[in-house]
C-alpha cells in the first residue's frame, strides 16, 4: 500500500482535507462532495496515480457526461483554484487531474473518493 493512501482514508474520513484555500461556502461542500461521488458511482472505470501530485481518472462514456465532467470541474477550480482538470473526449473519457504539492492531501483524499 503507498503512503499516501493510508493518509487519504483518514483524510476522506472527514472534513479536515479541505484546505484553508478552497473560497465554496461550507454549506455548500457535501453537495460539491456528492456530485463527485455521483459521477465516481455512475461512471468511474480505473483512477492511476502516476504521481504525489497527478491522477488519472477514467471515466465511461454517455450522453451527455463530458458537459457533465467539465462543468463540475471548472466549478471546482473556481473555489479550489490550485486544480487542474484536463478532460480528454472519447470513450472512455480520460480526467487527469494535478495540484501543486502542498495540495497533494486534498488529491489524496479526492482519489480515495474515487476509488471507494
Partial sequence: MHPW???????????DWVPAAC???????????????ALFAAALRDVRRSSPTEVAVTLAAAPGRADLVRDLTRRETECCSFFTFELEDGDPLRLRITVPPEHADVLDALAERASA
Fill in 5 to 15: 493512501r493510508t493518509r487519504a482514508y483518514r483524510l476522506t474520513m472527514s472534513s
Fill in 23 to 37: 473560497t465554496l461556502p461550507s454549506t455548500d461542500r457535501p453537495l460539491r462532495v456528492a456530485e463527485f461521488d
